[in-house]
């Protein structure tokens, strides 16, 4: 009963992340970074890893690019940080793409590799 209940909630969190976006995709960046922050709000407030991982995998690679830059913006301007460490949060955002979400390419096998390994 309990993992059913688990898998309703994550349905809902799905069905509403995709709205959002559709809703937003035919818009300028500030409407795209507005539904990158809608979805990683709603991601958040999911309380198990499990339906935030699934709600992440359902998805589009540029989806998930567009949550990670809002994400690393966000600890940008929310943490008072030394010159060093933002230096090194802007180099990390910049050098993320789409493709880095594609299993099949190969920025996602160095990604696995040196970010995750």
Do not use: R
């Not at 992340?17 to 960046?29: M, T």
């Not at 690679?61 to 060093?84: I, P």
Request: proline share 2%.
């Amino acid at each position: 009963m309990k993992k059913m209940k688990q898998i309703a909630l994550s349905v809902v969190g799905v069905v509403f992340i995709a709205i959002g976006l559709i809703a937003c995709s035919n818009e300028d960046d500030g409407v795209i970074y507005n539904g990158a922050e809608e979805t990683y709000e709603s991601i958040s407030t999911m309380t198990t890893f499990s339906q935030k991982q699934s709600a992440f995998d359902y998805l589009t690679n540029q989806e998930k690019y567009n949550v990670w830059q809002y994400k690393y913006e966000s600890f940008l301007n929310e943490n008072d940080l030394t010159q060093e460490e933002e230096d090194y949060i802007i180099k990390l955002k910049s050098s993320f793409t789409p493709k880095m979400f594609d299993p099949k390419s190969n920025e996602h096998k160095v990604f696995q590799t040196i970010i995750l390994d």
